[in-house]
């Protein structure tokens, strides 16, 4: 899973999960999905005090609140829904902060949580790290931004793509080998976590030597342009 792309969804306040709309493992949530709801008495002081500052007209108590309620996880439209209706709940829905799958749920129905409590882990897994063991007499040709194609035993005779993004500066002592990361596209889903791999690094190799490559550059703006063959 490329660590980038995952999120642990927690609790910002103590309370009980009251429903819980994903309830499994390995189900595909979008942007903004309703996740899970949360009781709690506190969420009815922070927006009564919001609502005091709106009657006030201090523009510092307003800030203030508002932010003490983003703090909490509430929404700028969940904001604005208490200051435009004027009423206040003792619960407050969790939406998904990305689209991706969830790996883990911690909680129950009914579970009380603490500030801090996991309630889900989730991942964007339209992306992910492929992770290469390289022995070390051969770590001096692996250059950042190198190409490399890939086959697994899921998938006989197809080959997927991926390009170097990090080599770890440290030697495994026993093994002697060195991990190399690549990013690789997975936009079809067809590639798992965990899965095993038979890796192929693509290096120039020149009258003098190895050729270094071109440095890749803006790797992470925007989708690189690969795909799966």
């Known amino acids: 899973v490329d660590e980038t792309r995952t999120k642990t969804i927690s609790a910002w306040f103590p309370g009980r999960i009251e429903n819980l709309f994903i309830d499994y493992t390995g189900v595909k949530v979008d942007k903004k999905d309703h996740m899970a709801v949360i009781y709690s008495p506190d969420l009815l002081v922070a927006p009564k005090e919001l609502l005091e500052a709106k009657r006030s007209q201090s523009q510092t108590l307003i800030v203030s609140t508002r932010e003490k309620l983003r703090l909490w996880g509430l929404s700028k439209s969940q904001i604005r829904g208490i200051e435009k209706t004027g009423k206040v709940t003792d619960q407050l829905t969790i939406n998904a902060p990305i689209g991706g799958t969830v790996l883990k749920k911690f909680v ?10 996991k309630i889900y882990q989730m991942a964007d897994l339209s992306r992910l790290w492929l992770l290469a063991e390289v022995y070390e007499s051969d770590v001096g040709k692996v250059q950042y931004g190198q190409k490399l194609t890939f086959t697994t035993d899921s ?25 190399v990361r690549a990013v690789v596209e997975n936009r079809s889903y067809k590639l798992k976590p965990e899965m095993l791999a038979r890796v192929n690094i693509q290096v120039k190799m020149g009258v003098k030597g190895v050729i270094n490559p071109s440095v890749i550059k803006d790797l992470w703006v925007g989708p690189m342009h690969h795909e799966e063959v």
């Open 108 to 117: 129950s129905e009914g579970d009380y949580v603490k500030t801090g409590s």
């Open 155 to 179: 998938y006989p005779g197809q080959i997927f793509k991926g390009i170097v993004t990090f080599v770890d500066p440290v030697v495994d002592p026993k093994t002697r080998i060195v991990r």
